[in-house]
């Protein structure tokens, strides 16, 4: 099976065909799990050809337990068992259980959440998504979350596609069985990508719960400098220097305490360490930081080709900066003009409150500073 398409990142999944990379078991196993746009069909007929090729590979114990004494076969089967039981108890109505839903917005590219008085509570999942798939008459509806909540303290979430096939089904609290239905959250794989020192970069699933994009901001752009997967081999490929020093620059690393690092990844990491780093932008100010959250692991990047807008105009600077293609004093020219810019555009988006009499007696113009 070619398993980059399960990829959520396409420039990822183009590359890796590219290279005809081979993925592990456990490589394969987590990029089922993790794609975003597969519906578990599909992930499930996945695992089954997984454990066809595969069926006694041991798994590699993780922590908490997690693998122990596990071959691919006894823990797909296993798993496949628990997530089938977990939604058809999802779906079941008649629980002593409440149900809300959230929806995803194609023309909005963007979560829209319950609890701000837009979406009542319903008794039970039936009612719920019936109530989802009516306000998607006009077909805006790309999916569908609904999260079940009994009053003994359990929640189950699931994410649907309009027609009701189920994308992800998940316990969120109660009696976790972290050995089989979380244990892909105690997995870390290092997979190649196409990405190079300098890149601009944007996440491409959009988290549920994250801020939404405003001012023509894209949210969670970075200008990537390097990432946990990488090692000696692609330090070296990026440009960096080995320097065996405690103090060293960005662009300067400790190539054996790098491959150290990601040994250690490989058997005590899990999910959330794979990160990436770079510059980030929280308004006009720019820093420097690794990214946040599963849905921003580092296989949920793909290079950014839209244009930039607002002050998310600054990372191109900082990107041509990075890859030596931009002095440093017209890089930090150019930011202290895209900020008055800004600053100018934010003002004069007021002047609107004002007749064009009013603006002529301020000397000012609406669009034009006479």
Partial sequence: MDFTKFLNSKDIATYLRRIRYAFTPEQAMYVVHAAAERTLPEKHAAYAELIEAYPDHALRERRQGVFKDQTVASFLRTYMEREN????????????????????????????????????????????????????????????????????????????????????????????????????????????????????????????????????????????????????????????????????????????ACDRFIENHEEYGDDSDMILCGYFLDGDDLYYDHSLGIEQGYLNYARYRGELKGQD???????????????????????????????????????DLYTDEGLTLAGVHKQNQG
């Avoid at 008649?94 to 194609?106: E, L, N, R, V």
């Avoid at 949210?219 to 440009?239: F, I």
């Avoid at 900082?318 to 900020?339: P, Y």
Wanted: proline letters at 3%; one cysteine or more; glycine letters at 8%.
């Fill in 313 to 351: 105009r600054m990372l191109r600077s900082v990107s041509n900066f990075l890859k030596g293609e931009l002095e440093l004093d017209l890089m930090l020219k150019a930011h202290r003009l895209i900020r008055a810019e800004e600053e100018c555009r934010a003002k004069r988006s007021f002047l």
């Fill in 85 to 256: 039981a977990l939604l058809a108890e999802f779906r079941r109505d008649g629980d002593d259980a409440i149900c809300t839903y959230d929806y995803f917005s194609k023309e909005d590219d963007a979560w829209y959440q319950d609890g701000y008085g837009h979406h009542p509570v319903y008794r039970n999942f039936s009612e719920a998504f019936e109530d989802a798939q009516a306000e998607n008459e006009d077909g805006n509806i790309a999916k569908i979350t609904v999260t079940k909540r009994y009053f003994s303290g359990r929640t189950i979430e699931a994410t649907l596609l309009p027609d009701g096939a189920c994308l992800k089904v998940d316990e969120l609290s109660g009696e976790r069985d972290e050995a089989f239905l979380h244990a892909f959250d105690w997995m870390w794989v290092k997979i190649p990508t196409p990405f190079r020192y300098g890149d601009i970069l944007a996440p491409v699933l959009k988290n549920k719960w994250g801020p939404r994009t405003s001012g023509g901001s894209v949210e969670g752009l970075v200008v990537l400098t390097d990432m946990a997967t990488w090692g000696s081999k692609e330090l070296k490929k990026n440009g960096f220097r080995n320097s065996k020093t405690p103090n060293y620059t960005r662009r300067e690393q400790n190539f054996a």
